[in-house]
């Protein structure tokens, strides 16, 4: 069939003009064989070699009725031309009437509406007059009409108004209907230009039986459904000129008529039908009514590439028309076959400006079109070409949505996300001693990460994902899949110019993550104590289910101030709750004991069934001696099922069923004996390695045989020799048997159950005369745990002592020791005032800071050195040195505890210093509140080493001797080595007297690590060196806020541990405390009740000289293993760790007094006789009482105390209740420097 494209001639013998004009169509005929397509050739040749117009009519009638018997064999009222001649004029004209005679009768009816209404306006003027002048003459029958005639108009506006509003439903995207519709409209849209793709392979213009073509049925089903939305619009429009000036309506014009003026004609013309590709433009609009597009960037771009490519197609369809139509003016005879793609390709080039010049426009509307097409086509994609590329891009890389691994759980972590916070995360959160860690961390931060966080993301690969995002963000918060994480960690900037607003960052962060899922698990770092209040506020914060607030500036200055009391702990507890890998070191040095040390690290797990009954003591000697564990506390659960953490709670409380220990290991294999531990099976192994689950079944036991067991394990004696049980009970077994039934919880006390069934025995007390009499508490043999066992039921001396006060004395917890407020004129010292004050065993705090310097809370460090534990003569006076202007803006918080004192000036005045005698100082502390105002890292500790550096170079003459000389009556409390009772048995050795700040005790706070290498000036530490390697921080000499890192992690895997390290540190700071100062901002004074001063019976630090003393003899080579047993069988004191001499290890004597920090030493360490045992030790009610008797002080860790000493009676626990205290057990009850925790 002969190619009739842009009239391109009808046959083979045709060449004229005629032909060109009229071959288009006579040649696309279809025909059912090629005799019939030669024959229909050769008329057409004939017919259009005649130039009248009669002599074409009257051919095509002569051919009419052939062409209907041999083509189409139907009836039809308007034939296909068998001529050739073309008709895409009538198909041009129908879409050119249906758009003018709108527009004419739309602005017809403009017209016409116009000119009514301005009569009707003119005429109601008229009848508004006459109705007002007639109106009070008329009856109200007379008005009828005229109510009734508005009556009529309103039911047919609202009836017109009624459809119209249904229209407008029914095509918006605010209902499923509409949605339905709209979508469907944009489907069928694109469906018809995929026909028009496909159409776009045949000729321009085409003769086609409607009935046969598949393809024409299609399209006209469309366009039938494209008319019925049109009408829809329109009745839906409020503006019906605009709305037939849309780009939506020209696009329907110049589609939907054609289509049936080709059923019409039985003839098909490309024409037009490629403008629906300008539906392509709402593309954004579809997907965002369909909830698929949700983010900015996402709309941005389907928007952009809707356009590009929408304008390409658009302008590719009209440059195919003509350019295979031909010129009209040219009778077509210009005209070129170019297919659709290759118009496509030549818009391309064309847009892009490169022009290969293959294929190129020949017809003159072609060229004209170029012309302005390559103006807006080379802005178009000169602009939208690279934006479309950025979106891509950066959507790519860090966008999408995390998607959860079966059996795995994920954590989010975002705030503060740089490749410090994040490396020292992963390197905690991932380390190998916490076993096999399957979680994965999931980063959400708004800014893209940079070269090196990406290659730290990519080396943890499966482990890490990173996604690009905000937490604010509901949408990125789904992307996470933060309704299904295990928690959500936020991290804080430690290093910020402005904590309160980096506080109140994260603050919203957790409202916002509250918000969206109130039941996931938070845990945040805050910067400001006092910011922790607003956490309170967030109804769905609740710290029982998990969420927790780490608090840096409340545990930093804590640490510190366990610093004060026992020098070293600091590092130790840092050390305790990091993860660190063992590093062995071969040579004999301090780095090699430190290093040991440090490789320990805290965990929990339940105790065995084993342990059940079982005193404390008695299952921390077992854990320590057998399984090398170390047990420094126990999760209780008391009657009402409440749970609390006790540290080291003496011998009175017994093991239950299910409790959870806390220990101090090299990893978490190693705690794992504590739970499968088994008396039958591993009571004869040597090995604890050899410690696993065993596979026999523990019988169940009577009440009775348990509380016989345990009562055994007490005494230490044969089931058959224990002598736990009088006579009376071991003659009535059954009675006892029935009386206690079998309950793993109830067994706590089996020294209580027995003597609790002697009770029950016939007496000639009543209840209330033993409870006034003192039952067999105050009994002369009653056992010296029960006297202690409960201070809320029989309180001792010193308690009754405060209940009959009425001084205020403590806080309203009884947690703090308090006193009334007072201005702060009261407190301030002058140089010379501070001078005549011969202070000593105190702590002088020196604090840079101005007016406008931020608040590091300085009520968090001396909340624990003024603890309610401490009685009132042992607190340490303290003493700040600093800025009067920054200690007026803390003085709020501090203003009601007692024994502060304020020295205006500066830490770096040696005259200053001198004034409150620093060399007889406790410890001297160093904090700065203007670290993080400087952008130079380096220099953020500046004022800090100068301080630190200054003090060291100081020279002092020998005080201790000057007063001694002078008078003895100005020798402070402490002082006098003379005297027996203040020999080094209480505490720890001091030097005789301090001549140069070398010796002072300092710690010092860092912000950047790196600077530690600048405090110790004799030491080779190296500047890449991690700062718990170096020398200052092993010492307990230098802290910084870094090592607290690891607490979220460690947080996160074990929430009580958040709760241990904050009892150990704050000095028994509680939630209830907490909401309490988030209400007043203060503590508030309340008098003692029994329940109040039982809060004082809490455990403290006591740090013991091996010198002098009862374990004089074990530090002279004896085992550390040997001094633990005795210390806690004798003391119910439990040792946790050495603070030794750096230079003890060498054969030489050393004029060094640094000391360094060994945590948790094996049983057979050996100890020398210089060194210093960290413990933790029962609080002492008789401390109080024996001061005015005794006057004993005791020494801190290099120096001797003045007020903040204290005298513990610690009672023998051989025949005490039977024999008198002698001298010698009276010395030894003294041999104890306590402080508390």
Not at 176 to 183: A, C, D, M, S
Not at 679 to 701: E, W
Not at 972 to 981: A, H, L, Q, W
Request: proline share 4%.
């Amino acid at each position: 069939m002969a190619n009739g494209g842009g009239g391109g001639g009808g046959s083979s013998s045709s060449s004229g003009g005629g032909g060109g004009g009229g071959g288009g169509g006579g040649s696309s005929l279809r025909m059912s064989s090629n005799i019939h397509a030669n024959h229909l050739s050769l008329d057409a040749s004939s017919s259009s070699s005649s130039s009248s117009s009669s002599s074409s009519s009257s051919s095509s009638s002569v051919h009419e009725p052939k062409m209907d018997a041999l083509i189409i064999p139907m009836t039809m009222e308007v034939p296909c031309d068998s001529r050739g001649q073309r008709m895409w004029w009538a198909f041009l004209a129908s879409s050119m009437v249906t758009f003018f005679g709108g527009l004419f009768i739309i602005l017809l009816w403009r017209t016409l509406k116009y000119l009514w209404t301005v009569c009707c306006h003119c005429g109601g003027k008229t009848k508004e007059a006459q109705k007002i002048n007639n109106g009070s003459s008329q009856a109200d029958g007379t008005l009828k009409p005229v109510d009734e005639k508005e009556e009529a108009t309103a039911a047919e506006v609202g009836w017109m108004t009624s459809v119209k509003d249904w229209a407008g439903v029914m095509i918006s995207a605010q209902t499923l209907t509409g949605r339905v519709l709209v979508v469907l409209v944009f489907a069928l849209s694109i469906g018809a230009l995929v026909i028009y793709f496909i159409d776009s392979s045949n000729p321009i213009e085409s003769c086609q039986n409607f009935y046969k073509d598949f393809t024409l049925q299609i399209d006209m089903a469309f366009n039938v459904f494209f008319l019925l939305y049109f009408g829809l619009r329109f009745i839906a429009a409020n503006d019906k000129l605009w709305f037939w000036l849309e780009v939506n309506s020209v696009v329907d014009f110049f589609t939907v008529p054609p289509v049936f003026v080709s059923v019409y004609l039985n003839r098909s013309w490309l024409g037009l039908r490629f403008l629906r590709a300008l539906r392509l433009i709402q593309f954004s609009e579809i997907l965002q009514f369909l909830n698929i597009l949700k983010t900015s960037n996402s709309i941005k771009l389907v928007n952009l590439l809707s356009i590009f490519i929408s304008t390409w197609l658009t302008a590719a369809g009209f440059i195919h028309l003509v350019e295979n139509s031909g010129d009209p003016w040219e009778n077509f005879q210009n005209n070129q076959a170019l297919t659709y793609w290759e118009c496509v390709y030549l818009l391309m080039v064309t847009m892009s400006t490169v022009g290969y010049g293959d294929v190129y426009a020949k017809t003159t509307l072609g060229r004209l079109f170029m012309v302005f097409f390559i103006l807006g086509g080379l802005a178009m994609f000169a602009s939208y070409v690279p934006e479309i590329i950025e979106l891509i891009g950066n959507r790519k890389k860090y966008g999408g949505s995390y998607s959860a691994v079966s059996g795995r759980k994920h954590i989010v972590v975002c705030g503060h996300i740089t490749l410090e916070s994040v490396s020292n995360f992963l390197k905690d959160f991932l380390h190998k001693d916490r076993d096999d860690v399957n979680v994965e961390i999931v980063f959400l931060h708004n800014i893209s990460p940079n070269l090196e966080l990406e290659a730290l993301f990519k080396r943890h690969f499966t482990q890490v994902e990173f996604y690009q995002g905000s937490v604010l963000n509901p949408h990125d918060l789904a992307r996470v899949k933060i309704e299904s994480a295990d928690a959500c960690l936020i991290l804080a900037n430690k290093y910020c110019a402005d904590p309160d607003a980096e506080d109140a960052s994260n603050i919203m962060r957790v409202i916002s993550i509250k918000n969206y899922h109130p039941k996931i698990r938070i845990i945040t770092q805050m910067l400001q104590y006092h910011n922790k209040a607003h956490l309170l506020n967030i109804p769905s914060w609740n710290w029982k289910e998990g969420d927790d607030a780490i608090c840096l500036a409340e545990l930093k200055l804590g640490f510190i101030a366990q610093s004060c009391l026992a020098q070293g702990l600091s590092t130790m507890l840092a050390n305790l709750f990091s993860m660190r890998s063992f590093i062995k070191i071969e040579e004999d040095t301090w780095q090699k004991y430190y290093l040991e040390g440090v490789s320990n690290e805290m965990y929990t797990e339940y105790l065995s069934s084993a342990f059940v009954g079982l005193s404390f003591p008695t299952v921390c000697e077992l854990c320590f001696v057998k399984l090398k564990l170390l047990m420094i506390a126990i999760e209780y659960k008391s009657a009402n099922r409440e749970s609390r953490i006790l540290i080291n709670p003496g011998n009175h409380l017994k093991i239950q069923e299910g409790t959870l220990g806390f220990f101090i290991a090299s990893d978490a294999k190693e705690v794992k004996r504590a739970f499968f531990y088994c008396k039958a099976c591993h009571d004869d192994i040597t090995d604890p390695k050899r410690i696993k689950k065993c596979g026999c079944k523990r019988p169940k036991m009577s009440i009775y045989k348990r509380m016989r067991r345990a009562c055994c394990f007490d005494c230490g004696r044969s089931e058959r020799d224990c002598s736990c049980m009088s006579g009376r009970v071991r003659a009535n077994m059954d009675t006892l048997e029935r009386t206690f039934p079998l309950s793993s919880v109830s067994v706590n006390d089996c020294s209580t159950s027995f003597r609790a069934f002697e009770d029950e025995q016939p007496s000639t007390l009543s209840p209330k005369k033993k409870q006034r009499n003192g039952g067999m508490r105050n009994s002369p043999s009653s056992s010296p745990k029960l006297m202690r066992h409960d201070p809320l039921l029989i309180p001792g001396n010193d308690q009754i002592d405060n209940m009959d006060s009425n001084v205020k004395k403590y806080d309203s917890t009884g947690m703090f020791h308090w006193c009334a407020p007072k201005e702060i004129e009261k407190v301030i010292l002058t140089r010379s005032e501070a001078a005549m004050t011969v202070l000593s065993g105190h702590v002088v705090v020196c604090i840079f800071g101005d007016v406008s310097s931020a608040l590091i809370g300085l009520r968090n460090l001396v909340m624990p050195l003024r603890a309610s534990n401490f009685h009132y003569h042992e607190l340490k006076h303290i003493v700040f040195v600093g800025s009067i202007e920054y200690l007026k803006r803390e003085w709020e918080t501090l203003h009601n505890f007692p024994k502060v004192s304020i020295l205006p000036g500066t830490p770096l005045s040696r005259a200053d210093l001198r004034a409150v005698n620093i060399n007889l100082c406790d410890m001297c502390v160093i904090l700065s509140a203007n670290q993080n105002n400087i952008d130079d890292t380096s220099l953020q500790d500046k004022e800090c080493i100068l301080a630190s550096l200054n003090i060291k170079s100081m020279q002092f003459d020998d005080s201790i001797g000057v007063l001694q000389a002078n008078s003895q009556g100005f020798t402070p409390p402490g002082m006098d080595r003379s005297s027996p009772d203040n020999s080094p048995v209480h505490g720890m050795l001091r030097q005789p007297s301090i001549t140069t700040g070398v010796n002072i005790p300092i710690i010092t706070e860092l912000v950047n690590d790196t600077n530690v290498q600048f405090l110790d000036q004799d030491d080779d530490d190296d500047p890449d060196t991690e700062l718990y390697l170096t020398q200052p921080f092993a010492c307990g000499t230098a802290f910084a806020v870094s090592v607290l890192d690891s607490l979220m992690s460690a947080t996160y895997f074990n929430d009580n541990i958040l709760t241990l390290i904050r009892t150990l540190v704050t000095g028994g700071a509680t939630p209830e405390l907490e909401a309490l100062i988030a209400e007043e901002n203060a503590l508030r004074g309340g008098y003692s009740t029994p329940q109040t001063l039982a809060n004082r019976d809490r455990c403290r630090v006591a740090q013991l000289a091996l010198l002098d003393g009862p374990f004089a003899d074990l530090g002279d080579g004896g085992c550390y293993g040997d001094l633990f047993c005795k210390a806690l069988k004798t003391y119910n004191m439990l040792c946790f760790g050495i603070y030794r001499l750096r230079d003890a290890h060498l054969s030489t004597p050393s004029q060094c007094t640094k000391r360094y920090v060994i945590t948790n030493p094996p049983y057979e360490f050996e100890l020398v006789p210089t060194d210093l045992i960290f413990c933790l030790m029962q609080f002492d009610h008789n401390a109080g009482q024996s001061r005015a008797s005794l006057s004993h002080s005791s020494h801190s860790s290099q120096s001797s105390s003045k007020k903040s000493s204290s005298v513990h009676s610690i009672p023998s626990t051989a025949n005490r209740q039977n024999r008198p205290k002698s001298r010698e057990s009276r010395d030894k009850q003294k041999y104890v420097q306590e402080e508390r925790l």
